[in-house]
């Protein structure tokens, strides 16, 4: 793509968003990226390198949850896990987080769902955020659904039991085999139905069912803006795609909407 492309696109995709009137953002792991935190899939991806993790996970968490929490916490266990983790704990918000935290700020993006568990929107001041895989710095109860952050609890008992309503605790993220929580997915479809315009970045949009969320805004008549230096099974559904990394592209549309 050369820079003349860039620009129109980033035009293009300002002007859409400016006639919009409930913009989302759908991110992934490439937004994170540019933070140094490893994707999952494709080149440099974690499980790339090492595989994909075990697909019961959650199955073995409520087999064994006393079991679970002391791999959690015992970093020899799962080395790529610890990877991942380290990868995160040393990470800031990258010039596109901060772009989406300043676009909603000026009113023009209502909600942002990410994949992403790194903490990074909020630490940038996202505000309307639904973390549909969870947050890695949080422990969230099975039953109630209440979350904390996770220093708020000691670990020498193990299983950790929610204060609420006595629970198991577990890890925030969503494992498979894991249901996403009620009031998550909930607040995800209603932003899918509002959204008459949805911002794709960062994401292969091939985990359900964050990928099918775009569908659901064009079934309503709206439009998909996509964010990516490649193409995905959702760039041929795009009206316009910023084919590059996210940490370069989203400043320059969030300063060609401040005019
Ligand atoms: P993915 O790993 O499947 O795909 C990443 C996408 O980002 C690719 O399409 C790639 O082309 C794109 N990309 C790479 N660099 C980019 C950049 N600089 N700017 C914009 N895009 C870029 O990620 P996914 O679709 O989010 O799915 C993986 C799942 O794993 C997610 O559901 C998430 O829960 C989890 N995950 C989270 C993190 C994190 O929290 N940072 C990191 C890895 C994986
Ligand atoms: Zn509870």
Same mark, same amino acid.
């Given at each position: 793509?050369?820079?003349?492309?860039?620009?129109?696109?980033?035009?293009?995709?300002?002007?859409?968003?400016?006639?919009?009137?409930?913009?989302?953002?759908?991110?992934?792991?490439? $937004?994170?990226?540019?933070? *140094?935190?490893?994707?999952?899939?494709?080149?440099? !991806?974690?499980?790339? =390198? &090492?595989?994909?993790?075990?697909?019961?996970?959650?199955?073995?968490?409520?087999?064994?949850?006393?079991?679970?929490?002391?791999?959690?916490?015992?970093?020899?266990?799962?080395?790529?896990?610890?990877?991942?983790?380290?990868?995160?704990?040393?990470?800031?918000?990258?010039?596109?987080?901060?772009?989406?935290?300043?676009?909603?700020?000026?009113?023009?993006?209502?909600?942002?769902?990410?994949?992403?568990?790194?903490? $990074?929107?909020?630490?940038? *001041?996202?505000?309307?955020?639904?973390?549909?895989? !969870?947050?890695?710095? =949080? &422990?969230?109860?099975?039953?109630?659904?209440?979350?904390?952050?996770?220093?708020?609890?000691?670990?020498?008992?193990?299983?950790?039991?929610?204060?609420?309503?006595?629970?198991?605790?577990?890890?925030?993220?969503?494992?498979?085999?894991?249901?996403?929580?009620?009031?998550?997915?909930?607040?995800?479809?209603?932003?899918?139905?509002?959204?008459?315009?949805?911002?794709?970045?960062?994401?292969?949009?091939?985990?359900?069912?964050?990928?099918?969320?775009?569908?659901?805004?064009?079934?309503?008549?709206?439009?998909?803006?996509?964010?990516?230096?490649?193409?995905?099974?959702?760039?041929?559904?795009?009206?316009?795609?910023?084919?590059?990394?996210?940490?370069?592209?989203?400043?320059?549309?969030?300063?060609?909407?401040?005019?």
């Amino acid at each position: 793509m050369t820079l003349q492309d860039t620009e129109a696109a980033i035009r293009l995709a300002s002007d859409l968003i400016a006639e919009s009137d409930h913009l989302v953002a759908l991110v992934g792991a490439g $937004l994170s990226a540019e933070s *140094g935190i490893p994707t999952f899939r494709g080149a440099g !991806g974690l499980w790339s =390198k &090492v595989g994909e993790p075990s697909m019961n996970g959650y199955e073995q968490f409520l087999a064994d949850p006393a079991g679970w929490w002391e791999n959690q916490l015992d970093p020899a266990a799962d080395p790529a896990r610890t990877e991942f983790r380290e990868a995160i704990d040393s990470a800031e918000p990258n010039p596109a987080h901060h772009a989406l935290a300043e676009l909603e700020r000026m009113g023009v993006l209502k909600a942002t769902i990410t994949q992403n568990v790194d903490d $990074l929107h909020n630490r940038a *001041g996202s505000k309307r955020l639904i973390e549909i895989h !969870g947050n890695r710095t =949080k &422990v969230r109860c099975i039953g109630c659904e209440g979350r904390w952050s996770r220093d708020e609890f000691s670990y020498d008992a193990l299983p950790p039991i929610c204060p609420k309503c006595g629970e198991l605790l577990k890890g925030d993220t969503v494992m498979f085999g894991e249901p996403i929580p009620p009031s998550v997915i909930d607040a995800c479809y209603r932003e899918a139905t509002l959204c008459d315009c949805i911002m794709v970045c960062g994401t292969s949009a091939t985990v359900y069912p964050a990928a099918g969320f775009p569908q659901i805004v064009t079934s309503g008549g709206g439009i998909v803006i996509e964010v990516n230096p490649n193409p995905t099974p959702l760039s041929r559904i795009a009206v316009v795609t910023l084919r590059g990394a996210a940490g370069a592209l989203l400043p320059k549309l969030v300063e060609r909407l401040r005019g």
